[in-house]
């Protein structure tokens, strides 16, 4: 079993001894999640295969707060950002934002990448790298606005 998975069944059992009930359901959610994704691809998911796990979720929760401001259902937008919360326990820490920018001007420069048409470039080399630790659709912007 990876470190990360270990550490989420460890804090399911944590939860449910304390009788936390809002902390085990999301737990839950996320083995539930980890296990779909084995099941579907027939595999057992590293750390980094979890993390993206973890980055599709917390993504989705944003979306359901967005729309939930949106619908003014408070509540459930709490509800929302509550899970998230717990979610982003289990990523790596952030990255600042002048970390971020050294990192996208050494893959501008390690690639050659000189306009648009090598953001796929930039992007495939940088991605493995900030997975879970920064915002993709924020880094795809700031790659967009070096490029142009």
């Known amino acids: 079993m990876t470190t990360l998975k270990a550490q989420i069944t460890d804090d399911m059992k944590t939860a449910m001894k304390a009788k936390d009930k809002p902390r085990l359901s999301t737990i839950r959610l996320l083995q539930a999640a980890i296990k779909q994704r084995e099941v579907d691809e027939r595999i057992e998911l590293d750390d980094t295969q979890i993390i993206i796990v973890l980055d599709k979720m917390v993504k989705q929760r944003k979306d359901s707060i967005e729309q939930y401001e949106k619908a003014g259902r ?9 899970e998230i919360d717990i979610l982003k326990t289990y ?13 996208i001007g050494d893959a501008i420069a390690q690639t050659g990448a000189s306009g648009m048409r090598d953001m796929g470039k930039v992007m495939g080399l940088l991605k493995p790298q900030l997975q879970g630790r920064a915002d993709m659709g924020a ?6 606005q070096k490029l142009s």
């Not at 408070?74 to 509550?82: C, G, M, R, V």
């Not at 990523?91 to 990192?103: D, N, R, T, V, Y």
């Not at 880094?139 to 967009?144: A, E, H, Q, R, T």
């Open 74 to 82: 408070q509540e459930l937008a709490d509800q929302e950002q509550f």
């Open 91 to 103: 990523l790596p820490q952030q990255l600042s934002a002048a970390e971020i920018e050294q990192l």
């Open 139 to 144: 880094v795809s912007g700031l790659i967009k």
